[in-house]
């Protein structure tokens, strides 16, 4: 039963994310260990920059990675990098509404949007004073 999941995991999820040029995977033989079964998979993956790489790193998780090109230094560009820092905000988010929606009790949820209205605010007045900074100038 284990192949198959990771299989679909592999074919339907992995190698459809965004940025994947071409992948290919073996998943191994499962192995009993008291009483359980574990499996694993080798997965080689061309993507189209970094910040693919960094996605897959947050939402699946792997135990280990090996970087088998560039072997030297690899450049990025400033799109790049604004695009991998939004995705790792992305991320953020993502794990943020899942720890709010399903761990935090009504109270902590009612602490956190107060917090959250106050942070609001003051961001609002930082803009108000830098708009009337540009002004002055």
Do not use: H, W
């Not at 790489?53 to 560009?77: G, H, Q």
């Not at 799109?79 to 991998?84: A, D, F, G, H, V």
């Amino acid at each position: 039963k284990l192949q198959p999941l990771l299989a679909d995991l592999l074919n339907n999820r992995l190698l459809k994310e965004k940025g994947i040029v071409y992948g290919y995977g073996k998943i191994r033989e499962p192995i009993e260990s008291n009483g359980l079964f574990v499996t694993s998979a080798v997965i080689t993956v061309l993507l189209k920059s970094i910040g693919p790489a960094i996605n897959i790193m947050f939402n699946y998780a792997p135990v280990a990675v090996e970087v088998l090109k560039p072997e030297k230094e690899a450049c990025i560009t400033a799109s790049e990098l604004q695009t991998i820092l939004l995705d790792i905000s992305n991320v953020s988010i993502v794990y943020s509404k899942y720890i709010l929606e399903k761990v935090l009790s009504e109270e902590d949820k009612r602490k956190i949007a107060k917090e959250m209205e106050n942070r609001a605010l003051l961001g609002k007045k930082l803009i108000e004073g830098k708009e009337g900074e540009n002004k002055d100038n």
